[in-house]
């Protein structure tokens, strides 16, 4: 097996940002509790036992925005990786999981439909990669197309690569 979760046939990465406060909190505070909650939902997707797919998380990160209006508030970004997916890749069932990241996300008031694009948000779950899988699908590109593009991706998806790191409510965020 490897060392590195990335060079797994099967992991698969998602990003999550935030930068408007929610029901848990502040950004910081959404994406610590959104944490478990989206290792449940990614376990229960890929249909494996607690304990059969190991998870990396980055260490929490304060980004400035990318794009969208002025004047928005700093970002809190992480990854994580999950290896040993073991659900086949397949259209229906990443169109399955992105429905998924999106119901978590309105569970955290993110209202897709009215809001400005790159605008602020309270919870964003990007899906990256699956594997070396690719999709282009109206709904969903993977691996993520401004993946390469985006630093407050890029930092946080290597940190994660090589260790993960808890997070607890009073560290403070990494610029």
């Known amino acids: 097996m490897s060392a590195s979760l990335a060079d797994q046939a099967q992991s698969l990465a998602i990003a999550l ?6 029901a848990a ?3 910081r505070q ?3 509790t959104v944490r478990p909650q989206l290792e449940q939902l990614v376990s229960g997707w890929a249909r494996v036992a607690s304990g059969e797919m190991r998870c990396s998380w980055s260490p929490l990160l304060q980004t400035a925005p ?3 209006p002025s004047g928005q508030p700093l970002y809190c970004n992480a990854v994580v990786l999950f ?4 659900r086949s890749a397949s259209e229906a069932a990443a169109l399955e999981l992105l429905t998924e ?5 309105r569970r955290f008031g993110r209202d897709r439909d009215h809001e400005l694009p790159w605008g602020p948000r309270t919870l964003d779950l990007d899906l990256l990669f699956w594997g070396e899988w690719r999709l282009d699908h109206p709904r ?3 691996p993520h197309p401004r993946l390469h593009l985006r630093q407050f991706v890029l930092e946080p998806l290597l940190a994660a690569m090589q260790r993960s790191v808890g997070w607890c409510p009073d560290s ?3 610029q």
């Open 66 to 68: 990318v794009g969208g």
């Open 140 to 142: 969903l590109v993977l």
């Open 25 to 27: 909190g502040a950004p």
């Open 30 to 32: 959404t994406l610590i």
């Open 172 to 174: 403070d965020l990494q």
């Open 83 to 86: 290896a040993g997916v073991q």
């Open 101 to 105: 990241l999106h119901q978590l996300e």
């Open 17 to 22: 940002g935030a930068n408007l406060p929610s």
